[in-house]
């Protein structure tokens, strides 16, 4: 009961941030909601027994990259964006148009998965640092080194067009 | 009483007795801090304010808290308000993990001596230490004032460059205790050799005593405190990043910046330096340390009240002095031992690191900018790495 409560509390928090991610005018308004929605999604992470994953979200994403997006932005001196005005169309079919494809996908969840067993909080405990670990090491030993590579190539590609800066 | 209740109020209890001696602490910190750099330097230090200056800290807040709040007009209202608030909430948030001691059992109720037993603390510290930049950044930015926002650009800078080696350094503790528990990695730090304790610095197989250089640098920089104070470098940024803050606001920061120093303190303590283990062991009369110390300290203190050189060390000094004379007989009480004892070793330990944290403040210059940012990406996390590549290689040959 409890866990429900701190769900929809959590997932509340975090529709809302996602919201005013897109409604504030100021980017670093945006920048922080953003910070919200990585935040409240630690907290359901950490209510569905990924552990180490959620403390890996705030780390990562709300502490290091948000971090770095804040410091862009304040960087830039980025000021309030300008809002131009909107289609009539997209004021009045935006919003129903939006429901109906929830919708739809709600439905075709429920007709392709119709005997996907229901979520309770507490069940999966394999979320700690060491059956990650094991996951990470064995099972998908490939896609971890592939990742591994990718960024890799992300930091020669940015050193690369650092340097090029210099001379 | 059913055991939710009995969680409860013993939860509140120790929320409330960490709370009341984390913030005295944190107001004393800054007294010891004035009168060590004073002294140093071959001044008194604060000497008006009660006897020794011991009132300074009282006299500090009210002054903080009385002060009229400045609301500059240039500033981005709402982050202006929050920035401090986030700081300050971020920095007192990591001690509720933080072990202090063993257990504790009063009334056939066990419980923890730390307010949240997490088995990813570790974790739990550096995800809140990662989020504590926010505070300063956004202090910086939202002042609208220069020398705040390059104050607060060179703190996330510097704080996202020294979390890497940070948590690296980090890391290879962890490999050798097998957990991220603090209090398993405590537990891990168990008993001695002879005479060495098998704290982690001093451990089979690799010793961390490079893990604990790197870790306690890369504090410095975290806690933004000299030789990495650029966020605040008052010759070239007037204060930095809270420049526009005044009152409670301001005392807000600097709240901040001694809870983080306290936290860092702590967290080197359990990782590296054994928690609450003694420093040798309790059959060669480690329980006996610190009476013999408190009673030195109570014996020194009378002496120089009957031998004084200023006129009021008359009174002052012999009170000081029964004071830890009895603190000294507290520590002789049988059944207080094994509470006491731990939360004794572990407050020395973290006291010893902070009196180190303020004693390099009076030593040492600040960095350059460009010395800053070279040290930790060219120095530090390759030395890091190659640290944790070495803890990882022994560890593995051993087990």
């Known amino acids: 009961m409890v866990d429900l409560l701190f769900f929809g509390i959590f997932a509340a928090i975090a529709v809302l941030c996602a919201i005013n991610v897109v409604l504030q005018k100021h980017p670093i308004s945006s920048a922080l ?44 001196n980025a000021g309030i964006e300008v809002r131009r005005g909107r289609s009539w169309m997209a004021t009045i079919f935006g919003v129903p148009a939006l429901l109906g494809l ?9 007709r392709w998965f119709p005997d996907a067993p229901t979520i309770k909080f507490g069940d999966f405990t394999g979320g700690g640092a060491k059956e990650v670990g094991y996951a990470l090491f064995t099972e998908y030993l490939l896609p971890f080194e592939v990742t591994s590579v990718l960024i890799l190539i992300a930091i020669l590609g940015a050193v690369v067009l650092a340097r090029k800066e210099l001379d | 009483m059913s055991p939710s209740i009995v969680f409860l109020i013993a939860t509140s209890v120790k929320l409330a007795i960490i709370a009341f001696v984390l913030l005295t602490a944190l107001a004393y910190i800054q007294w010891v801090e004035r009168k060590v750099i004073a002294h140093v ?15 300074q800290p009282l006299a500090d807040v009210i002054k903080l808290i009385t002060k009229e709040g400045v609301l500059p007009p240039q500033v981005n209202t709402v982050f202006y308000v929050a920035a401090p608030i986030l700081a300050v909430f971020m920095a007192l948030i990591s001690i509720s993990v933080i072990p202090f001691g063993t257990s504790i059992t009063i009334m056939g109720h066990k419980t923890m001596m730390e307010l949240a037993d997490v088995n990813v603390g570790v974790l739990v510290i550096l995800a809140v230490s990662s989020m504590g930049v926010y505070g300063i950044a956004l202090g910086g930015w939202a002042s609208n004032n220069k020398y705040s926002l390059i104050g607060g650009l060179r703190s996330s800078a510097q704080m996202i460059s020294y979390e890497l080696p940070m948590s690296l350094a980090i890391a290879a503790p962890l490999l050798m205790a097998g957990s991220l528990s603090l209090r398993d990695i405590v537990n891990a730090q168990h008993g001695s050799w002879h005479l060495i304790p098998r704290w982690a610095i001093f451990a089979y197989p690799f010793p961390q005593v490079f893990s604990f250089i790197i870790f306690m640098i890369a504090a410095f920089a975290e806690t933004n405190r000299i030789p990495f104070d650029l966020p605040e470098a008052e010759n070239e940024l007037v204060a930095g990043f809270h420049v526009e803050y005044s009152s409670m606001s301001f005392a807000g920061f600097f709240m901040a910046e001694y809870s983080n120093m306290v936290t860092v303190c702590c967290i080197a303590t359990i990782l590296f330096l054994g928690g609450w283990h003694p420093l040798w062991p309790v059959k060669w009369g480690s329980d006996f340390a610190a009476p013999a110390i408190f009673a030195a300290a109570g014996l020194i203190c009378i002496y120089h009240g009957i031998n004084y050189v200023r006129p009021f060390d008359r009174i002052t000094l012999p009170i000081f002095g029964v004071i830890f004379l009895g603190c000294a007989g507290i520590f002789l009480v049988p059944i207080l031992v094994p509470i006491l004892m731990p939360i004794f070793w572990f407050l020395a330990k973290v006291s010893f690191l902070l009196f180190v944290f303020i004693w390099i403040r009076a030593t040492l210059p600040r960095f350059r ?31």
């Open chain 1, 33 to 76: 909601s953003l910070v919200g929605v990585m935040g409240s999604l630690a907290v359901l992470y950490l209510m569905l027994g990924g552990v180490f994953i959620a403390m890996a979200q705030i780390i990562v994403y709300a502490g290091a990259v948000m971090v770095l997006f804040v410091f862009v932005i304040m960087l830039l």
């Open chain 1, 102 to 110: 929830l919708g739809v996908l709600a439905c075709l969840l429920a």
């Open chain 2, 41 to 55: 330097q071959v001044r008194m230090g604060p000497s008006r304010v009660g006897p020794h200056g011991l009132l």
């Open chain 2, 369 to 399: 900018y460009d010395q800053l940012m070279a040290f930790a990406w060219k120095f530090l996390f390759p030395v890091a790495l190659v640290n944790l590549l070495l803890t990882g290689f022994f560890v593995a040959l051993v087990s």
